[in-house]
């Protein structure tokens, strides 16, 4: 195999089964003059005659689905999500063999993929993978390597044809019978519809699986029926207590709250926190914690934030409601009350992964952002971001919206311990690249924050000097990244992982370019 | 000039221009299993710059115009748009020529681009065109002749890259920075953005022109910013007076109001008129009258019309709200009430033109229809239809969605007195065929009515053949379409149009073959 090194000085194939692949050049991403071709624009049905079919098995005999095809999922289902693993275990009783599989995520309870792959069902991944089946491919078990892509970045992959989809096997909460659906309604309801959107517009098939079959409309319409072929009624897409979180908890670890505090701080001292502040916020503890801070404290002060975009639960919807917040959107839903505000908050709005954060779209929900809170398995001297593999090199974890997110905001924080289990989390290299020091401002962890000083771009450059100075001045923990790395130290020494040769994976960046390679695991 | 005949008779070139054309064949559609090169699919902006340009100049600079191109425009703003103009002028400043220009429709107030197409900036359009313009096509003044979709089948050809869209010019009433805009809020509110949706998606360049440019987010989000490359603000888009109609008037003609009575009688005796009834309404004095009696009446009953689809009026929003109308789509808003209606009434949603009625979408909101009212310039004993020319000849009209709703609905009225200033309406023969009689199903005038009981779907002719049936047995005054014919006659002599041998314009079907030809008139 031949190897490159990219910009980041890490080893990429040059071609791996005769597709090409390029090294990642900067940040600012690559943009090529792209037209492409799209998938089937005709759905012409004989009038009168319906898109509803009896059984999986009926739909994929109809998309005429075939041994090397590729098939899309969506994870809005997340851990409750039965529809891949109902969808493969038809397809393997059909003996249809050398599937690729498109997930936009994958989840421990999709570890019987593991036995499609080990008859050879399925032959590779590309998209998103988690926990069990990160394992086994990081054990050297799979034939070709697992290609990781960021949610946009899949998405821009998808719309620009380097990512082709045969079938997208779509689960939704809501359908009519002429296609047209949403996950907002129903009793498995789980959300915006965004990760879905792409693959019922660009493939050459698209097939909902549902478990609520409605009268025309079902509304509201967050994937029209004029991208879908097939339409198959099934009892059950998914278990409710997988799908959203009852009880989304806020962190009560001393460390991380130790992280929150000094976040506020920075952030205020710096003067973000003004009427007017826009943010991104997840459903990770930190992050929980930290939405909750700013809600108490905007409502405290009687000011209004103006925007943030969600990863969307209870504490970004309080804030709405008591009107700390002006608008807020939403690709992702984590609790009821995400979807009941979808429902009935007109300054809240569902969005698909094109708007959240492709670099190539040109209008991005995460650009207005004044501040990202992200975490983080490594952070790296180089400001460099690893949130795929663990210290041991296991690949466990999919992109997510890392990347996009820490493209797109205007400040982006990665919000970690100092160590976990005694493994030191700032090194001197990450073992892996997801997002590159260029698209990070500050990490914060629960002892001292260390800003990124070093950027191609003067302006940025700038401001973050300007801020460092504003720390200093202020008093606040702010230290060199090599000193941040020294104080990780004093909780252990590094763990390293003992890789093999194999290629198991690739992270690309969202650009489509390669950011690193990631190797087997040696048990 | 090479011609063949299509199934209707009608004399079709086999090509113009090098471009080929193929003949009608049947109005369940060809169906060509199309993929397409979308336009350009990355909108890469250097981070921290703006898409506002600071003129429409500007923005024909930025995207490259240069002669021979294709720019298209919608007509949402109708008979107050101020965009297209506005944009022809500065082109013809520049001295660009040999545009083709595809507007969705055109209107009187769009005169001047005659003076455009003396001057060789516009050499062609395909679209709609009406009034002044298309007078002025009929005397066989344009190099090409005019093509003329329905609103589906232009955007099928958009779609299906029939239509090459080099730049968009969208009018927008509420943009933000991000090219994130809608048609339903500020002050030249226009309602719905369907007819600029696919030109937005599919174009190679797309400019937005705003008279209130909002801060992000501007919502709703009709068409996203990804689909956006510059936007410009002005003071004007549109004249309000002109944009949306504060008076719709429901006809108070004797004549007119028998043939409402009529066409509620047929539709009660054959059963329609029965709780979950649903129809397409438009906003002409017939369609209007109709409108408000269906709503009158199931509000007398107690019962419930289960969906309409709208060009929407205040008569159709009544009905939401007074609870004889389960769900509202839109397409085209045609007064305020519309648009208040759609910003707040969460079964009233907005539709673009591919969900509307593409033959090849799959999904069109036509389908559910059990009824819908069409006028007729002509109709004839085949049961075609006549939207576009005068039986004078003149080419006055587009096709808006004749067609469309034609192929789509489950019944289709055609509500028409029998004769025009002494002109019978009922002919042998059409001066131009719009929808070919294998679409409607009955013609209702003032004094009778007649079923089209020859249809190759044997349901539908089964089924009307039942109602015909249905009709005599109840005594109402239907007749065969000859004796329609014959009534029609004695209202005075056919006037027939004295054609010139010039091609000035081709009438499409939906699915893109050539229903018929337009020939020049002599003056």
């Given at each position: 195999m031949e190897w490159v090194l990219n910009s980041k000085e890490r080893k990429c194939p040059v071609s791996?089964?005769?597709?090409?692949y390029h090294p990642y050049m900067t940040h600012l991403g690559i943009r090529p003059e792209v037209h492409r071709e799209v998938g089937r624009v005709t759905r012409w049905r004989t009038p009168g005659s319906s898109k509803v079919l009896d059984s999986i098995d009926d739909a994929i005999d109809r998309t005429g689905l075939s041994d090397g095809m590729a098939i899309s999922f969506h994870h809005h289902l997340r851990n409750g999500d039965k529809v891949l693993n109902l969808v493969i275990e038809r397809i393997r009783k059909k003996g249809i063999k050398n599937l690729k599989i498109l997930p936009s995520a994958m989840f421990p309870v999709h570890e019987p993929i593991i036995d499609a792959i080990k008859d050879g069902t399925v032959r590779s991944i590309e998209g998103s993978l988690n926990g069990p089946v990160g394992r086994y491919a990081s054990l050297g078990n799979m034939e070709e390597p697992v290609i990781l892509r960021s949610h946009s970045g899949r998405v821009r992959a998808i719309s620009q044809g380097e990512l082709k989809i045969d079938v997208a096997f779509l689960g939704a909460s809501c359908c009519d019978p002429l296609g047209n659906c949403n996950g907002l309604k129903g009793p498995s309801a789980f959300g915006p519809f965004g990760f879905g959107y792409a693959d019922a517009l660009y493939a050459e098939k698209t097939v909902i699986i549902t478990d609520d079959l409605v009268p025309f409309p079902?509304?509201?319409?967050?994937?029209?029926?004029?991208?879908?072929?097939?339409?198959?009624?099934?009892?059950?897409?998914?278990?409710?207590?997988?799908?959203?979180?009852?009880?989304?908890?806020?962190?009560?670890?001393?460390?991380?709250?130790?992280?929150?505090?000094?976040?506020?701080?920075?952030?205020?001292?710096?003067?973000?926190?003004?009427?007017?502040f826009s943010f991104q916020a997840g459903a990770g503890g930190i992050s929980l914690a930290l939405t909750k801070k700013i809600g108490d404290l905007y409502y405290a002060k009687g000011m209004k934030t103006s925007y943030a975009n969600g990863g969307t639960t209870r504490f970004l919807v309080e804030m709405l409601n008591n009107g700390t917040l002006e608008t807020l959107s939403t690709g992702q839903a984590f609790d009821l009350s995400a979807i009941e505000s979808l429902l009935n908050d007109k300054n809240h709005f569902e969005i698909v992964v094109d708007q959240y954060s492709n670099i190539h779209s040109g209008a991005t929900t995460t650009e207005p952002e004044n501040a990202a809170f992200l975490g983080a398995t490594e952070v790296d001297i180089d400001f460099n971001v690893n949130v795929n593999t663990h210290s041991d090199g296991y690949l466990l974890h999919g992109i997510g919206g890392h990347q996009d997110v820490a493209y797109g905001s205007q400040m982006t924080f990665i919000t970690v311990p100092l160590s976990r289990k005694g493994n030191p989390i700032i090194k001197e290299e990450v073992t892996t690249i997801t997002s590159p020091g260029e698209l990070i401002d500050v990490i914060v962890t629960e002892n001292a924050f260390a800003i990124n000083t070093e950027h191609i771009r003067k302006e940025v450059k700038q401001r973050n000097e300007d801020f460092e100075i504003i720390c200093r001045k202020q008093s606040l923990p702010v230290v060199s990244i090599d000193e941040l790395r020294k104080k990780a130290l004093e909780y252990g020494e590094d763990i390293n992982a003992k890789f093999g040769d194999q290629l198991v994976g690739m992270v690309k960046y969202i650009d489509g370019t390669v950011l690193d390679s990631i190797r087997s695991v040696k048990e």
């Open positions: 791996v089964n005769k597709v090409e079902a509304l509201p319409i967050s994937i029209p029926g004029t991208n879908v072929d097939h339409i198959v009624k099934i009892d059950s897409i998914g278990d409710p207590s997988g799908i959203l979180s009852g009880t989304l908890k806020i962190t009560d670890r001393p460390d991380h709250l130790k992280i929150v505090d000094n976040t506020m701080e920075i952030m205020d001292k710096i003067g973000l926190l003004k009427d007017g």
